[in-house]
């Protein structure tokens, strides 16, 4: 399996996508930065009363992103070779199908956990400094504060990593790119939905849910694929 799974990254570029990264960490900070100037320019108010209401936007613009950037990725690795019929190559050697197909969705999980968590960190620490200087939040910022965002960074990391792969049901149905990608953004813009300040996503159980469900998908399509015909 590790070999697999070192053969498949390497034929993968993912420095190309590693770029398309630090742009979107770029992006997301400025919108952190673009947020409380914004309100409290239109309406004179402040945007973040405590940190913890900062660190809920952050945490959700993160675990939309790479969900996202996730699906591209299930896309790339997967149900593009399906739609090409590249697949039938790979399934030709001696190599178990499952196996196979375990070790991209154990790429796709842990380059989407580790990507999420860095970011999260990055961008959770360049808001602080910024905020040194600028005054968003009023609250004074402590330990306990960080320490409870580096926990949300993780619980929401890997909530994000398994949610990810729900894509992955849609993409193998249609074997289609765009259907993979277009799911993900159905789910990121429902769990995104706020009103009054309220978000589906900040109700921990459902995205917990929700990744239950998408490893739940990943290991019906590892099931699958040594039955299913794809020519």
């Known amino acids: 399996m590790l070999r697999l ?9 993912f420095s190309v996508y590693n770029k398309w990264i630090v742009l979107a960490n770029l992006i997301l900070l400025f919108f952190m930065f673009l947020i409380p100037f914004a309100e409290r320019k239109d309406n004179g108010v402040i945007a973040f009363g405590q940190y913890s209401e900062a660190f809920n936007i952050l945490n959700l613009l993160v675990g939309a992103t790479f969900t996202i ?25 001696p190599v178990n199908r499952k196996a196979l197909l375990g ?7 842990c380059w989407s956990l580790t990507t999420i ?4 960190i ?34 929401n990391s890997v909530a994000t990593a398994g949610l990810s792969l ?11 790119v765009p259907v993979t990608i277009i799911s993900s953004i159905l789910i990121v813009t429902v769990l995104g939905f706020n009103t009054n300040s309220f978000s589906v996503g900040s109700i921990i ?3 917990t849910f929700l990744a239950v469900l ?18």
Do not use: H
């Open 103 to 109: 070790a991209k969705l154990i790429i796709v999980v």
């Open 117 to 120: 968590i860095l970011s999260s």
């Open 122 to 155: 990055f961008i959770s620490a360049s808001f602080i400094v910024m905020d040194n200087f600028f005054k968003f939040v009023p609250e004074q910022l402590s330990v306990l504060i960080i320490i409870q965002q580096l926990l949300k960074i993780l619980t």
């Open 214 to 231: 998408g490893i739940f998908i990943a290991y019906i399509a590892i099931r699958k694929v040594e039955v299913e015909d794809v020519s």
């Open 166 to 176: 729900i894509p992955l049901y849609f993409g193998m149905k249609k074997k289609s």
């Open 5 to 13: 799974i070192k053969l498949e990254r390497n034929k993968f570029k």
């Open 69 to 93: 950037f996730a699906s591209v990725l299930i896309a790339k690795l997967i149900i593009e070779e399906y739609k090409n019929k590249t697949i039938l190559v790979l399934f030709s050697y």
């Open 205 to 207: 159980l459902i995205p």
